[in-house]
């Protein structure tokens, strides 16, 4: 029982990154109010970008440059020794499109409020029905 609760606490950041996932989900399907649907739009995103990295993580292992000898001697490179960057650098690409999405819908928020006066997604619908 003990090496089953240490394997869980252990993966600590697996669990923050689900947790977190779940709260932006909520948010998205729940809430009513548009800025409150794009806030767990962004917690969303940010989970995924953590779970990622999380992914991207090794313990014991060194960032992936290998040095070459001078003398002519070779050694053998051990890919398990080496920590894969591709998931951290995907995820730089991710948090740009993020802050773009958010400033993005954050704008055609504003949009939308100078139209109809409301963010709540059940006035608007009514309104857009109505007209």
């Known amino acids: 029982m003990e090496g089953f609760l240490s394997q869980i606490v252990g993966k600590y950041n697996y669990w923050i990154a689900i947790l977190l996932m779940m709260i932006g989900l909520y948010a ?3 809430k009513k109010n548009l800025i409150k649907k794009l806030v767990g739009m962004n917690i969303l995103q940010t989970a995924v970008i953590l779970f990622y990295v999380s992914i991207g993580y090794k313990k014991g292992a ?5 040095h070459h000898s001078h003398n002519g001697s070779h050694h053998v ?4 020794d080496y920590i894969n960057p591709l998931p951290h650098v995907l995820m ?3 948090i740009v499109v993020s802050v773009s999405t958010f400033g993005v ?4 928020a504003i949009r939308i409020y100078r139209e109809f006066k409301t963010l709540d997604e059940d006035d608007i619908l009514t ?3 109505e007209s």
């Open 28 to 30: 998205m399907i729940a």
């Open 62 to 66: 060194t960032i992936p440059i290998i």
């Open 77 to 80: 490179v051990h890919a398990v």
């Open 92 to 94: 730089l690409t991710a």
């Open 105 to 108: 819908a954050l704008a055609l």
């Open 127 to 129: 309104r857009l029905r």
